[in-house]
């Protein structure tokens, strides 16, 4: 019997949907060689495929962190006759929570440094003639393992080289593997070539696909992996926030948040600018103007009224129905998801305005005329021949967007409009270290992981955004 | 080659450019020479892609670089081997020894330049001249190559001049310095015949002037005629024959340029097959074994796949090809001289049932100005055409540019909205009926269009695209049966099965069309609007198409409404001609009508206009049997008041400047819209 049942929030749900969507986007590009022709040109690019490792592994992150369960509940078996209903605790945990358990649960009592054994802020105690003395306490987990006469720093040290040893290991099991599916640069006649050959193409470069430079971009992560898994449960390796969580978790559970605004929002905008924006330029005359007329007046209003508006409502609707949320996760969810639609909402109108443009244009083409004069249907030539056409755009927008996005999660919670307060977000942790700058000595920690994070990812994706752009524009590609 | 008289101007021996490309090195340019001697027409004749232009860039090193290179080659000129001169002393020789011109007018001047700015730059000497002095040499050259109101034009942008006025105001600059050589490359391939005719007069003009060379490059048979004094023949980056303009024309010794003038079509063809050459122009990226053209002439034997044929030649002429011994007889051949086939239809059939009725139709454009986008006028793009089209019958319209021929046909199809005016196809009247009951009409009635390369959709499989007519309109039930359709759709037009399961970009222009032309058939129509269909294809393609169109009238009987600007194509195939300027019809008659006896001023200069392949050769000037029309084509948005033609026409009267003329019938085919003709009729 299982001793957990899943628990699926609406946004895991909406992201497993984006998932397969991808997938079956995937599956066709491979089909069509429009399509997988840049895919192709992308993969053997340094730059790019190095922002992809990078953003495969908070994408991994945040997927580990979207498959949610309720742990069953051990009640005491005293009265057996009672018939067994299993019971399930209110607690709703990821996958990632449970591998992060003890980074969860080891909470202090409020600040501390990356590090640190001691709190950051001292105590009252009584000192040894009765009278009262300030101190700094040890943490209650931080370092706890150590004694007094252990070094720190050689314990820190001991524990990386094992981390280092554990990345070696991963990287020398990838080499093998890559070694044993991929093929040469020079090889194209003969593909039996043996190993140990290959081996050395890897090592020296000497292969399409850049596979060193992907190997040492991704022993990065890997060995930060490894590290958190030596430190983890014995340091807090960012230090602790004012309630005395470890920051480092925080930062690792902001990741869903950020990838869900992203992503989600732009499965929002996709349907409405697609569909409008070609409605309004195969058709034009008045549906252009209605449509054109709904997005002028939406992009003049300031998209950060709307938000505003919006959420504060939702804020009141949530107090006034407290029985319509189960838990605390299920309310803070229903925001995010609130906030992604309204995000969506407003940002739908520069890509439409994007497809509008280029359906005028592609709609005066020779085939779409002939189309036309074969009796073809309005609504087959749109998804036949103009969408297809499209796709590059489409897909352009869509990765140049995601940082965008992700960067509007910070400033929205930083106003105190995005996600729920009681959600981790890298907007939340700044909003939060908003007092800590101000403090003496400054509290550094929060904000400085939550920028770290944020700008890995941001940095990331607008990496790989160019080399997409760069592959997908037929006008770029020509140059 | 071997004679090397002393009197040569350039000399070009055994050039090589070869370019890198993805898929290799291609030969562009593959051991060519020749000589141009002084004063002295030389044109380059050859199909897309055979390496004239490179040819030409290279003489003055100005082949796009990294990826092209000189291999090796000598380019002499007086003296000296362009090919070993720094880029600095090329700069002397450009423009100032040898200038080029070049095909589109539009791309080579500088938008943000006046024209007098741009021709300031390569006025020789200048530094040591007043202003005054440079002004007057503008408006000297402006003069010499007949630019009208030349003061004014100094002041003028490239975008204010007409394609004709650019391309002069580029004669102009090239001529600035009083070159020895120019080269013109594809001169007039982007101008309409009464303006190509005026920029071809203009250089034979200079030519005999400035006793200057040319070397003309152009893929146009009637233009060579025309102009050149020697020509030079390529194929896939060789030259094969060289040859005095007089023999040329008259016996053409290389097969391929025996196959070139057989597959023009004109009117001694008519209702004969056009004599194909099979297949396109090889790519060469590889090393031949044997001869370039083997592979697409009817005469080849096993010698030709494996061996390279030698240059053979005689005093000036010579030819690349077996055939040939040294003294340029041709050898024992097997020459299994083709049968032209006949094509059966007969001429007869004049009183054909009518398919299509216009009646005065009229397409007008709003034109938008301000930010209330106020209409303040219209572009009458189509403005009152009538014309019927009997079963099976093709009937052509002709005219320039601009005059509104594209939109007459999308128009009848009802792919545009008409203003105004009626389309009565089979006894529905098109202009009516709207929606669903027009969709099911329109398998009746298909397009085929210009550019191979926007006509059909990228994204799709061929056979997707093929059978879209047949799932539109629901013609055939099961998949497999429309699979089986399309299939034979395919061997129909002459394109092989398995096109099926590819993408457009796979296939060449020609092949493109074919596709297109497989589309339109797949619904059985009655009636097809050809819009150019050939223009963008090499002669030797265009007549594949020309061939399979023939064979589909005859077979289904089919209608065309062909769009054309081209007359030898017209000459070829229309029953009848519909003359068209400014979006009105100015004559329509048989095409013996208006080939034979063309009675509007209008038609009598366009037919004139069109270069004609002479036996002798270098026709030069015209003389007085052209009728050479001055100026260019106004805009359809301010059509003159009166006969719309009265601007250039040379015989305007009064009248022409106040009315415009009525339909005056002068035979039983045979109407014009002229004042010339109304009187003799009134009276
Ligand atoms: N959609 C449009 N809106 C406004 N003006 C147009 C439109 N389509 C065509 N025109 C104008 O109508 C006139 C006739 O155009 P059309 O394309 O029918 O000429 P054409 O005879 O087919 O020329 P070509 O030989 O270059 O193909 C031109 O002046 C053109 O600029
Ligand atoms: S060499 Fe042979 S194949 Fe080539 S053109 Fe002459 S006859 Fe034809
Ligand atoms: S009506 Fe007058 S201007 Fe027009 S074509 Fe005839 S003679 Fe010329
Ligand atoms: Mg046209």
Redo the contacts with the bound molecule.
């Keep these: 019997m299982l001793d957990f049942t899943f628990k699926i929030l609406v946004t895991d749900a909406l992201l497993y949907l984006l998932v397969t969507a991808i997938i079956i986007f995937i599956v066709y590009a491979r089909k069509h060689e429009h399509l997988s022709a840049p895919w192709r040109q992308i993969k053997n690019k340094k730059l790019a495929m190095s922002a992809l490792v990078i953003l495969g592994f908070f994408v991994i992150t945040g997927f580990l962190d979207s498959v949610h369960i309720r742990q069953e509940i051990k009640i005491d078996n005293t009265s057996k006759n009672q018939q067994q209903v299993a019971q399930y605790s209110n607690e709703v945990l990821s996958l990632l929570d449970l591998l992060l358990t003890k980074m969860r649960q080891q909470t202090e009592k409020t600040y501390s440094a990356p590090f640190a054994i001691n709190s950051f802020t001292k105590e009252v105690a009584d000192g040894e003639q009765g009278k009262p003395v300030l101190y700094y306490p040890r943490l209650k987990y931080g370092g706890a393992h150590l004694q007094a006469q252990d070094s720190r720093i050689y314990d820190i040290g001991k524990r990386l080289l094992w981390a280092l040893f554990w990345t070696l290991s991963v990287l020398v099991f990838c080499i093998l593997l890559i070694a044993k599916i991929t093929d040469s640069k020079n090889n194209i006649e003969n593909k039996h070539i043996n190993i140990a050959t290959r081996l050395k193409n890897i090592i020296s470069g000497n292969t399409n696909t850049p596979w060193l430079t992907i190997l040492l971009v991704m022993s990065i992560p890997v060995f930060f992996i490894s590290s958190i898994a030596e430190l983890g449960p014995y340091y807090h390796i960012m230090g602790t926030d004012q309630v005395g969580n470890d920051v480092l978790y925080k930062s690792i559970k902001s990741i869903r948040t950020g990838l869900l605004i992203g992503t989600l929002t732009t499965l929002i905008i996709l349907p409405f600018a697609v569909v409008f924006g070609i409605t309004a330029g195969y058709f034009r005359g008045w549906v252009d103007d209605l449509i054109q007329y709904i997005y002028t007046t939406l992009s003049s209003i300031p998209s950060v009224l709307l938000i505003v508006a919006a959420i504060l409502s939702l804020q009141v609707y949530m107090t006034n129905n407290p029985e319509s949320f189960a838990t605390l996760i299920d309310r803070s969810d229903i925001r995010l998801l609130f906030l992604v639609m309204i995000l969506g909402v407003t940002s739908w109108t520069g890509l439409c305005r994007l497809l509008r443009a280029e359906t005028m244009k592609l709609r005066e083409l020779d085939y779409i005329q002939a189309a036309n004069s074969l009796g073809v249907r309005h609504r087959r030539i749109m998804s036949r021949h103009i969408f297809p056409n499209l796709m590059h755009i489409v897909l352009i927008t869509v990765v140049l967007d995601f940082s965008g996005l992700v960067l509007a999660e910070a400033v929205l919670s930083y106003i105190g409009v995005g996600v729920d307060p009681t959600m981790d977000s890298w907007g939340n942790m700044i909003n939060g270290a908003r007092l800590e700058m101000a403090r003496e000595p400054l509290v550094w920690w929060n904000l400085t992981a939550a920028f770290v994070f944020m700008f890995i990812l941001v940095l990331a994706a607008n990496i790989f955004s160019d080399a997409v752009r760069d592959a997908f524009d037929p006008r770029l590609r020509k140059a | 080659m071997e004679n090397q008289a002393n009197n040569n101007l350039l000399e070009v021996t055994a050039l090589k450019t070869w370019i890198d490309t993805e898929g290799g090195i291609i030969h562009a340019v593959d051991g060519v020479s020749f000589n141009i001697r002084p004063g002295e027409t030389l044109a380059i004749l050859g199909e897309s892609g055979c390496g004239k232009s490179l040819t030409a860039l290279s003489i003055l090193q100005l082949i796009p670089k990294p990826a092209g290179r000189i291999v090796s080659g000598k380019v002499m000129f007086s003296g000296e081997n362009l090919l070993e001169k720094s880029e600095q002393d090329m700069r002397e020789i450009r423009g100032r020894r040898i200038a080029m011109i070049f095909q589109e007018p539009q791309s080579s001047l500088n938008p943000v330049m006046t024209i007098g700015q741009q021709i300031k730059e390569v006025i020789p000497d200048r530094k040591n001249k007043s202003s005054v002095e440079i002004n007057k040499d503008i408006v000297g050259l402006l003069d010499s190559v007949g630019m009208s109101d030349s003061v004014r034009r100094i002041n003028e942008y490239p975008h204010q001049l007409s394609g004709g006025m650019k391309q002069r105001a580029m004669i102009a600059m090239a001529l600035a310095s009083k070159p020895d050589i120019l080269i013109a490359d594809e001169p007039t391939t982007a101008l309409d015949v009464t303006i190509q005719s005026q920029i071809l007069n203009l250089l034979a003009r200079l030519k005999k002037e400035n006793n200057m060379s040319i070397l003309l490059i152009t893929h146009d048979l009637g233009v060579v005629s025309q102009m050149a004094d020697r020509v030079i023949l390529m194929y896939a980056g060789e030259v094969v024959e060289d040859a005095d303009a007089v023999s040329f024309f008259d016996a053409p010794r290389h097969p391929y340029a025996q196959k070139l003038f057989l597959s023009i079509p004109d009117r001694s063809k008519r209702k004969k097959k056009l004599d194909i050459i099979p297949g396109i122009v090889p790519t060469y990226a590889g090393d031949y074994q044997g001869c370039r053209f083997s592979e697409r002439c009817d005469k080849a034997w096993d010698l030709c796949f494996q061996e390279r044929p030698q240059w053979r030649a005689q005093e000036k002429n010579g030819v690349r090809c077996h055939l040939y011994n040294n003294t340029l007889e041709p050898q024992e051949t097997s020459d299994k001289n083709i049968e032209q086939g006949l094509i059966t239809a007969d001429e007869k059939q004049d009183k054909a049932e009518t398919l299509l009725d216009v009646k005065q139709l009229k397409v007008h454009?709003p034109i938008h100005k301000g930010i209330f986008r106020r209409v303040v006028g219209h572009?009458k793009?189509v403005d009152g055409i009538s014309l019927k089209i009997g079963r099976g019958r093709t009937v052509a319209i002709v005219?320039e540019?601009?005059?509104?021929?594209?939109?007459?046909g999308k128009a009848i199809l009802q792919l545009i909205k008409p203003s105004s005016g009626e389309v009565i196809y089979d006894g529905a009247r098109l202009t009516k009926i709207t929606g669903e009951e027009l969709r099911q009409l329109r398998k009746n009635f298909q397009i085929i269009f210009q550019d191979p390369y926007a006509s059909l959709n990228p994204r799709m499989l061929v056979g997707e695209s093929i059978a879209e007519g047949l799932h539109a309109l629901k013609l055939e039930s099961s998949k497999a049966a429309i699979q089986t359709r399309v299939k034979k759709l395919l061997t129909q037009v002459g394109m092989p099965v398995d096109s099926y399961g590819r993408y457009p970009h796979e296939f060449s222009g020609g092949q493109r069309q074919r596709i297109s032309i497989a589309r339109a058939l797949a619904v059985s129509p009655d009636l097809i609007v050809c819009d150019?269909p050939t223009s963008a294809l090499d002669v030797s393609v265009q007549a594949q198409i020309l061939n399979l169109l023939n064979d589909l009238q005859n077979e289904l009987s089919l209608s065309y409404l062909f769009?054309t600007?081209d007359i030898s194509v017209v000459e070829y195939l229309a029953h009848e001609v519909a003359v068209m300027y400014l979006g009105r019809i100015v004559e329509f008659g048989t095409a013996a009508d208006i080939l034979d006896n063309p009675l509007h001023p209008y038609t009598q200069a366009l037919l004139s206009a069109v270069p004609v392949i002479s036996k002798t050769g270098n026709t030069g000037y015209k003389g007085d049997s052209q009728v050479l029309l001055a100026g260019d084509i106004p805009s359809?948005s301010k059509p003159p008041a009166g006969c719309h033609f009265h601007v250039r026409c040379p015989q305007a009267t009064e009248i022409c400047r106040q009315q415009y003329p009525a339909e005056t019938k002068t035979g039983d085919s045979h109407t014009v819209f002229c004042h010339l003709f109304e009187s003799d009729e009134q009276h």
Excluded: L
């Design positions: 454009f572009v793009a005219g540019s601009g005059c509104g021929k594209t939109t007459a150019e769009i600007h359809p």
